[in-house]
């Protein structure tokens, strides 16, 4: 009885403590089935979002250091979100796409609304159907579930939620040094 209660003990460690490399750390995050990169289709449009911790970001402009990243990440930025649109149908008018800011999006964490305090958009130059915005809060800490919403005024799809938990975001692994 005690080494099996031993062999679960450890195991629980081990996989509690799990260290991945760069490489694994952006497939972990980008796979759906781990609860940060939702999609749904509402009409004529596929909306998708990606929640998008520091290191991510960090490891996708090529510039993570893995001696550094984690006290800079702590101190100078908040929630990033890299949210997308795909047109369906080729009905709207691309100018549409750029009228899309700030007052747009915002998150709800129980009785918390917090306005974002940032969106870029990606101007693909009519090349794509997808249009893209990377949409920033200014918010440090998530101790609870929180709620995405993207409140449309331009394609009249009514409010886009997703919900994402806070057992995910604490689940993201660490990356190897």
């Given amino acids: 009885m005690k080494n099996v209660f031993l062999i679960l003990i450890l195991g629980l460690v081990t996989f509690s403590c ?3 490399s760069p490489l694994d750390y952006i497939e972990w995050i980008e796979n759906q089935d781990n609860g940060l990169r939702k999609e749904k289709t509402i009409g004529d449009y ?11 970001l960090q490891i996708k402009r090529g510039n993570y250091d893995s001696t550094s990243s984690t006290e800079i ?17 080729d009905k709207d008018n ?8 700030e007052a747009n ?5 129980e009785s918390d609304t917090i306005r974002s305090s940032m969106v870029l958009y990606e101007n693909n130059f009519k090349i794509s159907s997808i249009e893209s915005y990377s949409v920033y809060f200014d918010v440090y800490q998530i101790k609870n579930d ?14 886009v939620i997703f919900s994402f938990k806070i057992q995910d975001i604490k689940r993201i692994p660490e990356i190897n040094n």
Wanted: include cysteine; proline fraction near 3%; charge should be positive.
């Fill in 73 to 89: 990440i702590k101190n100078n930025s908040g929630l990033c979100f890299i949210f997308r649109i795909e047109r369906l149908s």
């Fill in 94 to 101: 691309h100018s549409l796409f750029q009228l899309i800011n």
């Fill in 146 to 159: 929180i709620r995405f919403v993207y409140q449309d005024e331009v394609l009249t799809t009514g409010p």
């Fill in 46 to 56: 596929r909306f998708e979002i990606q929640y998008c911790p520091k290191n991510y």
């Fill in 105 to 109: 999006f915002s998150l709800i964490s």
């Fill in 18 to 20: 799990k260290k991945v």
